[in-house]
Nanobody, 125 residues
Framework: QVQLVESGGGLVQAGGSLRLSCAASGRTFSNYAMGWFRQAPGMEREFVAAINWSGGRLNYLPSVKGRFSISRDNAKNTVYLQMNSLKPEDTAVYYC??????????????????WGQGTQVTVSS
């Protein structure tokens, strides 16, 4: 079992930046690939970014590529999502997730095994 806790969400103006963090506990963090997803009201939960165990493989939703950056620090058991040039359409609850296939960078949410509770990101225009 892996426990995940997100932090760093908040209210920001369009064009601003936020950095989300997801702290993991319970198992060896480097055994898991990690992903970030988001869910806006009335919408399906969608993939944002994924990173394999070493950080050497990355995957992004096309609409965030070049604006968002996923990274991890295995010594701190933490994965990050740096979000720059935020837009109102980025407003959502952001979730981190862990995948036992440590070298994967899946975009499919059903392939993730553990989820955090989410953190709200609101971008005002």
């Amino acid at each position: 079992q892996v426990q995940l806790v997100e932090s760093g969400g908040g209210l920001v103006q369009a064009g601003g930046s936020l950095r989300l963090s997801c702290a993991a506990s319970g198992r060896t963090f480097s055994n898991y690939a990690m992903g970030w997803f988001r869910q806006a009201p009335g919408m399906e939960r969608e993939f944002v970014a994924a990173i394999n165990w070493s950080g050497g493989r990355l995957n992004y939703l096309p609409s965030v590529k070049g604006r968002f950056s996923i990274s991890r620090d295995n010594a701190k058991n933490t994965v990050y999502l740096q979000m720059n040039s935020l837009k109102p359409e980025d407003t959502a609850v952001y979730y981190c997730a862990a995948n036992r296939n440590s070298d994967s960078i899946y975009a499919n949410r059903y392939q993730y095994d553990f989820w955090g509770q989410g953190t709200q990101v609101t971008v005002s225009s």
